[in-house]
């Protein structure tokens, strides 16, 4: 099936600095990629929807000078955490549509656990 | 909107015995409905999806799910369960913009 995968898959920063998690799509070509982000014990809330070219559409909520996010590719999404702080910890997980495949099915990242101190 | 309600938080069973996770959906058209388990610390992973047709699907794991239209649900199921399958259980709507339920986490007594 469809891989998609993330990295880094842990990442423990200082407050203050930015982090980067990339989220690639290794067999398949994918136009529109997910951003999740869950809290220990919750479920997955969407953050932003990415479109490769175009910019991300957020979720009301979400700050985009926070959460900057790039899909300059048919392969690979990136979500900058920009100024971390220790609210920002959390587990963030990616997911691509195939667009060569079933319309609606959604193919998950490892997921990225960023720690902020 | 498109939601999803997983009316149990927490589920206990002990190994062997069935099991059955609700899941009700609000969607204004035909739902793509999912199903998906999440270990610890881990990534999502797929264990059946329903799209049209049969409205009872089979999964991965020994897992189906019963789609009705009726009663907006699309509860999980099964026969005997095995300790490996505790973990945290979502139920999912939507195509691309999926929406997901708060989770129902399994726990399996010995």
């Known amino acids: 099936g469809a891989v998609v995968s993330q990295h880094p898959s842990r990442v423990i920063c200082k407050s203050g600095t930015s982090v980067k998690i990339e989220c690639r799509s290794l067999?398949?070509?994918?136009?529109?990629m997910f951003w999740y982000r869950q809290f220990p014990k919750q479920s997955l809330m969407l953050m932003a929807t990415s479109n490769e070219g175009s910019k991300a559409t957020y979720e009301q909520g979400v700050e985009k000078d926070k959460f900057l996010i790039n899909h300059a590719s048919l392969t690979l999404s990136t979500l900058t955490v920009t100024s971390a702080h220790p609210e920002d910890s959390s587990f963030y997980i990616c997911s691509a549509t195939d667009r060569g495949g079933i319309t609606g099915e959604l193919f998950f990242g490892e997921g990225s656990r960023l720690t902020v101190l | 909107a498109q939601s999803v309600t997983q009316p149990d938080i927490h589920i206990t069973v002990s190994e062997g015995a069935s099991l059955e996770l609700r899941c009700n959906y609000s969607?204004?058209?035909?739902?793509?409905l999912f199903w998906y388990v999440q270990s610890p610390g881990q990534g999502l992973q797929l264990l059946l999806k329903?799209?049209?047709?049969?409205?009872l699907v089979q999964g991965i794991k020994g897992f189906e799910a019963e789609f009705k239209r009726s009663q907006s649900s699309f509860n999980l199921r099964k026969p005997s369960v095995h300790w490996s399958d505790a973990a945290e259980y979502f139920c999912?709507?939507?195509?691309?913009?999926?929406?997901f339920g708060a989770g129902t986490r399994l726990t399996v007594k010995p």
């Open positions: 067999d398949f070509q994918a136009t529109t």
């Open positions: 999912a709507v939507g195509a691309g913009d999926m929406r």
């Open positions: 329903y799209f049209s047709g049969d409205t």
């Open positions: 969607y204004g058209a035909t739902p793509y």
